[in-house]
């Protein structure tokens, strides 16, 4: 009987964590730049001395998705999109560099310029950009930076700096668990890639797959619980045999 619970203790748990990965996709279906994440099951045989008679299940999750998501317009100039698997890099808060297919871009007070949760924004040398006093931003399709400056009598623009593009090999991405994008390749060249400005990419997250998933997992872990209640009833009716003995 024990052996019986526990497997079904350990589905039910398992279950729980693959609800939560389902659940983090749906709650970022609206969020610019968010990859899914992959989510699967597995066998796990017990190990240890003696014949490996018991398996549990276990949740994994193996990959991430990361195929493009759709494309939509805003119209603001410093809103980009990358194209053709290129990535835009920008700085994580621990100073790692992470990559990105969108980002709506910000100027702060000090002129660095950030995306819209903070994060600096890298230049082909890798370094963090800083903008001038000016009177407009424009993005170029190569990823050039050009600037207006504040005091200028004309509207002629000024090539300031460029985005760092690259193009990586997409099985060397991993997201990792603060939910950024970083690759496991060192030193990526600076690529010919096309950015596409006053348009951001959604989420590739289908709310309608999801959706179906939480509830194929909502009558798994039912299952899992109906094993537990049987695993109840047997083990009360063993001990009834046993009393009347």
Same mark, same amino acid.
Do not use: C
């Given at each position: 009987? &024990?052996?019986? /619970? ?8 398992? +279950? ?7 659940? $983090?996709? @749906? ?29 549990? =299940? ?14 939509? *317009? ?10 053709? $698997? ?7 808060? #621990?100073?790692? !560099? ?5 980002? %709506? ?10 995306? *819209? ?5 890298? &230049? ?21 930076? %050009? ?6 009598? =004309?509207?002629?623009?000024? +090539?300031? #700096?460029?985005?760092?593009? *690259?193009?990586? !090999? @997409? ?5 990792? /668990? ?9 030193? @990526? ?5 096309? *950015? +596409? %400005?006053?348009? @951001?990419?959604?989420?590739?997250? $289908? ?30 009716? %063993? ?7």
């Amino acid at each position: 009987m &024990n052996r019986m /619970l526990y497997i079904s203790m350990s589905g039910a748990k398992e +279950v729980m964590l693959s609800q939560a990965n389902t659940a $983090n996709n @749906l709650a970022n279906a609206n969020t610019d730049g968010f990859k899914k994440d992959f989510n699967e099951f597995r066998a796990q045989h017990v190990e240890g001395p003696g014949w490996n008679s018991r398996a549990y =299940s276990l949740d994994e999750r193996p990959a991430t998705d990361f195929t493009a998501g759709p494309i939509k *317009v805003t119209g603001r100039d410093m809103d980009i999109v990358t194209k053709e $698997n290129g990535f835009l890099m920008i700085q994580a808060p #621990d100073g790692t !560099d992470a990559l990105t297919r969108t980002a %709506s871009m910000q100027i702060t007070a000090n002129g660095d310029l950030v995306d *819209v949760h903070g994060n600096p924004i890298l &230049n082909e040398g890798g370094a963090p950009i800083n903008i001038p006093p000016a009177r407009g931003i424009h993005i170029g399709d190569d990823g050039t930076i %050009s600037f207006i400056p504040a005091d200028s009598p =004309s509207n002629e623009l000024v +090539v300031l #700096d460029r985005l760092r593009l *690259v193009k990586p !090999d @997409l099985k060397q991405l991993e997201k990792g /668990l603060d939910g950024f994008i970083r690759t496991k390749q060192e030193d @990526l060249p600076q690529a010919d890639v096309k *950015v +596409v %400005s006053g348009a @951001l990419e959604g989420s590739n997250v $289908n709310t309608i797959e999801a959706l179906t998933n939480m509830i194929e997992l909502s009558r798994k872990y039912e299952m899992q619980i109906k094993m537990m209640q049987t695993t109840k009833r047997h083990a009360q009716a %063993s001990d009834k045999l046993l009393s009347m003995r």
